[in-house]
T-cell receptor, first 114, second 111 residues
Framework: DVKVTQSSRYLVKRTGEKVFLECVQD?????MFWYRQDPGLGLRLIYF???????EKGDIPEGYSVSREKKERFSLILESASTNQTSMYLC?????FGVGEKLFFGSGTQLSVL | TQLLEQSPQFLSIQEGENLTVYCNSS?????LQWYRQEPGEGPVLLVT?????EVKKLKRLTFQFGDARKDSSLHITAAQTGDTGLYLC???????????FGTGTRLKVLA
């Protein structure tokens, strides 16, 4: 089975800190995604990557950046954390873009910014 | 911009009742998928619908893709407490690689 591992389950940071959220997948998937999940808003796409060193903005990229130096690892960076970035962050991976592709998710990181 | 709107947002029903959840968009999708998410976990894929008008059944769950491929529905027959969870529709609008999710429907089935 595909495993997508997020480095932290819970994280508490202070306003202004630089925050790194790490995600690793073990199935050689081409695509990786970062979403944030807030009540009533579903999952909103922050960034995605379809190859090493390639990235595309999602719907809400402001305040975030990403890094994909190796195929299996996709990092989400909050350059200067703010309280409105308190949220559940979910990482996902999928094999290739195509009709009916399936996303595999990690268990999420609940980030609190104080 | 939320391209996939789900309704209702919340649903609380008794065991044995039927229910339908809707997923609507103004955009055309090459396929739509339905996921279920339980507390503390990431979403897990239930089904993919690809062809306009397609109907798929998964035990007591029936999924339909609209003829114009802009909407989908999930119908649950004789709901059970194990159906409790957050249901999400998802897909990439045709011509894009942006894989987006709907706003979600939180279902609670009471014994």
């Amino acid at each position: 089975d595909v495993k997508v591992t997020q480095s932290s389950r819970y994280l508490v940071k202070r306003t202004g800190e630089k925050v790194f959220l790490e995600c690793v997948q073990d199935m050689d998937h081409e695509n990786m995604f970062w979403y944030r999940q807030d009540p009533g808003l579903g999952l909103r796409l922050i960034y995605f990557s379809y190859d090493v060193k390639m990235k595309e903005k999602g719907d809400i990229p402001e305040g975030y950046s990403v890094s994909r130096e190796k195929k299996e690892r996709f990092s989400l960076i909050l350059e200067s954390a703010s309280t409105n970035q308190t949220s559940m962050y979910l990482c996902a991976s999928s094999p290739l873009f195509g009709v009916g592709e399936k996303l595999f998710f990690g268990s999420g990181t609940q980030l609190s910014v104080l | 911009t939320q391209l996939l709107e789900q309704s209702p947002q919340f649903l609380s029903i008794q065991e044995g009742e039927n229910l339908t959840v809707y997923c609507n968009s103004s955009s055309v999708f090459s396929s739509l998928q339905w996921y279920r998410q339980e507390p503390g976990e990431g979403p897990v894929l239930l089904v993919t619908v690809v062809t306009g008008g397609e109907v798929k059944k998964l035990k007591r769950l029936t999924f339909q893709f609209g003829d114009a491929r802009k909407d989908s529905s999930l119908h649950i027959t004789a709901a059970q407490t194990g159906d409790t969870g957050l249901y999400l529709c998802a897909g990439a609008p045709s011509g894009t690689y942006k894989y987006i999710f709907g706003t979600g429907t939180r279902l609670k089935v009471l014994a």
